[in-house]
């Protein structure tokens, strides 16, 4: 049995890859949305970065419409580990079964609703409900339901037990990363994969064995800012030299490019110098994979609508996801990957200092994001500019917000 989808069913055209020019400085600059967009025209208006009922929509039409990340899998590494989220509102629980297969289900008792938790646990093949000790294996089926029929040693009858499995969500693992879809019928094996929406970074990125990515650190971040701030924030290519100075010179830290792949996958690209690597460390990493030589000086930078960021070098993985918590409040959970190669002492001065600079970028961005927020209520904010020369990826993913949400 499993909840009504909620997803819109009429397919999307496919996508038309927007033209591209090469600007003076040699750089990739793409056309788009802001093409012909008269001044002063905001792509979406300030209500919707600071008003709860947008808030609140947003959860249904954006976090509970189609994919979106949700976590990361070594956040149960092991069979019994239980991991609570949140994604578009609903309480979620992600369980490492005995079988190894990571799965996620709602998070409420099919007796009385009962959430199983709210805090991480680890189990032995079971997790019960504390309110009247049902029990459900890790795969979700219900075990045991206690004195079920007024006696003891009563379980329900099989055709009802059947039905009263923990209702499953849509998940699927990529890339260390675990993505939902709340709106797909866990049932419809045509449903869209997650691995047909990141094909084109798969494609990209096919030089890395994902399965050889190892946990450098891991951090979360409390931002005071709406979630759509953060997401805009990491697509601004033009703030760099003025925000953050490790990035290096002017000149290298605006020689990015404008990668717009997909709807739902929008970014950008230093094709070279590796975006400020000798402020990272001195020490060489082992390499993710059997990086091609066009990649070996180049940082990726792209978001997997709508929530996860995701930054790739030719020796470290970096994932932004985040969970919108209110209209001015976004949690960022960030973590560092290596290739496993890496896991040992002898590199850990230099993981400790790429760490420390990722986390020092991050934090340079927290006084601008809490001012973004607090212009957002200014009427001035429904009359700002942004400049198609720079913008356009952050207008790519406005569109996105704006035909999801309906603004
Ligand atoms: S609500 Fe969970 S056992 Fe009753
Ligand atoms: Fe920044």
Not at 58 to 83: L, M, R, T
Not at 347 to 353: H, L
């Amino acid at each position: 049995m499993t909840l009504t989808p909620t997803a819109p069913a009429t397919p999307e055209a496919p996508f038309q890859a927007p033209a591209t020019t090469t600007n003076g400085s040699g750089n990739t600059v793409t056309s788009g949305p802001l093409d012909g967009r008269p001044v002063g025209r905001a792509m979406i208006p300030a209500r919707a970065y600071t008003g709860q009922a947008e808030f609140d929509a947003e959860q249904q039409s954006i976090f509970s419409s189609g994919w979106v990340w949700a976590g990361f899998a070594h956040w149960v590494a092991n069979p019994g580990d239980v991991k609570p989220l949140t994604v578009g509102g609903s309480p979620l629980l992600m369980i490492r079964g005995e079988d190894g297969e990571l799965r996620v289900f709602h998070n409420s008792c099919r007796h009385r609703g009962m959430a199983l938790t709210e805090e991480p646990i680890q189990v032995t093949q079971r997790i019960q409900c504390a309110y009247h000790c049902w029990s459900y294996h890790l795969d979700g089926s219900l075990a045991v339901a206690p004195y079920f029929k007024r006696e003891r040693r009563t379980n329900p009858d099989k055709d009802i037990q059947a039905q009263l499995s923990l209702l499953p969500v849509v998940s699927e693992v990529w890339a260390g990363m675990v993505f939902v879809n709340l709106a797909a019928d866990p049932s419809d094996p045509d449903r869209r994969s997650l691995a047909d929406l990141v094909a084109p970074l798969q494609q990209r990125w096919s030089h890395i064995d994902f399965d050889r990515i190892h946990l450098a650190q891991e951090r979360d971040f409390d931002i005071d800012a709406n979630w759509k701030l953060v997401v805009e924030n990491f697509l601004d290519w033009y703030h760099l030299p003025f925000i953050h100075p490790q990035v290096g010179s002017v000149a290298a830290s605006l020689d990015i490019d404008d990668v717009v792949m997909e709807r739902d996958i929008v970014g950008g690209c230093y094709p070279r110098g590796a975006a400020g690597k000798a402020k990272k460390t001195e020490q060489q990493l082992p390499w993710l994979g059997d990086v091609p030589e066009a990649m070996l000086e180049r940082q990726d930078i792209f978001c997997v609508f709508p929530n996860a960021l995701l930054f790739l070098e030719a020796d470290w993985f970096q994932v932004i996801g985040f969970d919108p918590i209110a209209p001015d409040h976004t949690v960022e959970h960030m973590a560092i990957f290596v290739d496993r190669a890496a896991a040992n002492e002898d590199f850990g001065p230099a993981i400790k200092r790429l760490c420390e600079v990722l986390y020092e970028v991050n934090e340079q961005d927290m006084p601008i994001l809490h001012k973004l927020q607090t212009g957002r209520r200014s009427p001035g904010s429904d009359r700002t500019y942004l400049v198609p020369q720079w913008d356009q990826v952050t207008a790519f993913f406005q569109q996105r917000v704006a035909e999801k949400a309906g603004y």
